[in-house]
């Protein structure tokens, strides 16, 4: 596996404690295209991400059940924190988190 530390995946601060517990495994990203592949591993502070996969999903597809799921109270406060740039397109990423050795 190899991994990849000049690309790091980044999270809102509220939610890493989260990530790192295991407790939230998907984030949804506004971007132009995927800036991540499913199998590679991501530098998170510390410790890594593993994605899991990546899929295009569109607006309708971002449930009230999908933004608890990612770490947030809903819809409208996921789409405050992954809505900003110029991406359009919606992706869906689940990963797992690995501890430092």
Avoid: C
């Amino acid at each position: 596996m190899r991994v990849i530390l000049d690309t790091p995946m980044t999270f809102t601060k509220r939610l890493r404690g989260r990530i790192r517990s295991g407790e939230i495994t998907t984030t949804v990203r506004f971007w132009v295209s995927p800036r991540v592949t499913a199998g590679r591993r991501y530098q998170m502070e510390e410790g890594l991400i593993e994605v899991d996969s990546v899929e295009p999903i569109g607006l309708p597809d971002i449930t009230p059940q999908l933004a608890r799921e990612s770490g947030f109270l809903g819809v409208i406060d996921l789409l405050k924190v992954a809505q900003h740039g110029k991406g359009q397109n919606i992706y869906l990423i689940r990963f797992h988190y690995i501890p430092p050795k």
